[in-house]
T-cell receptor, first 112, second 113 residues
Framework: EPEVTQTPSHQVTQMGQEVILRCVPISNHLYFYWYRQILGQKVEFLVSFYNNEISEKSEIFDDQFSVERPDGSNFTLKIRSTKLEDSAMYFCASMPGGYEQYFGPGTRLTVT | AQSVTQPDIHITVSEGASLELRCNYS??????LFWYVQSPGQGLQLLLK??????LVQGIKGFEAEFKRSQSSFNLRKPSVHWSDAAEYFC???????????FGQGTELSVKP
């Protein structure tokens, strides 16, 4: 069964550094998402992407964040200058259409 | 604004006992409703979903949920809990196709022998 994959599984970075989190959505899916979960808290929406552009973003998704789908298969989340409070589990999700989102296993980002 | 409330942060049940996890949502119309499960260090797995029709929906692993419009609730149930059900359970709503999921705070389930 096709799955959403994410790399790396764990990323450690220093404050102020740029990070890129990578996701490979399920082939032929049309909608793409990033969510994050700070330890012990609920899962929060960051951004949705459809038809090669951002369709919705949350207040968390400020100028430090960006997303790209560079080659038709990968979907990336970039954080330009990481802060301590960016430490979280980041989940990618994709959807073919309809309403069911399929989640990847997540990337744990630790900012020191 | 839409919101999802899971009133119980942590529930402990005995193996073999029945389970009900509560979820209430706030939204003007009937949203699309989901339950996800997250085992420690793992991603989110969809247990079941409700879009329309029969208000009692069946999911994987023996779980079911009932949508009650009058109570704005979508409670998750299982008649007999197994030790492997210990995990965190999230209720979520989606208001329109392609839209974001809004998650509740989660309920951590512990299962005692």
């Amino acid at each position: 069964e096709p799955e959403v994959t994410q790399t790396p599984s764990h990323q450690v970075t220093q404050m102020g550094q740029e990070v890129i989190l990578r996701c490979v959505p399920i082939s032929n899916h049309l909608y793409f998402y990033w969510y994050r979960q700070i330890l012990g808290q609920k899962v929060e929406f960051l951004v949705s992407f459809y038809n090669n552009e951002i369709s919705e973003k949350s207040e968390i998704f400020d100028d430090q964040f960006s997303v790209e789908r560079p080659d038709g298969s990968n979907f990336t989340l970039k954080i330009r200058s990481t802060k301590l409070e960016d430490s979280a589990m980041y989940f990618c999700a994709s959807m073919p259409g309809g309403y069911e989102q399929y989640f990847g296993p997540g990337t744990r980002l630790t900012v020191t | 604004a839409q919101s999802v409330t899971q009133p119980d942060i942590h529930i402990t049940v005995s193996e073999g006992a029945s389970l009900e996890l509560r979820c209430n949502y706030s939204y003007g119309a009937t949203p699309y409703l989901f339950w996800y499960v997250q085992s420690p260090g793992q991603g989110l797995q969809l247990l079941l979903k409700y879009f329309s029709g029969d208000t009692l929906v069946q999911g994987i692993k023996g779980f079911e949920a009932e949508f009650k419009r009058s109570q704005s609730s979508f409670n998750l149930r299982k008649p007999s809990v197994h030790w492997s059900d210990a995990a965190e359970y999230f209720c979520a709503v989606e208001r329109n196709q392609g839209g974001k999921l809004i998650f509740g705070q989660g309920t951590e389930l512990s299962v005692k022998p």
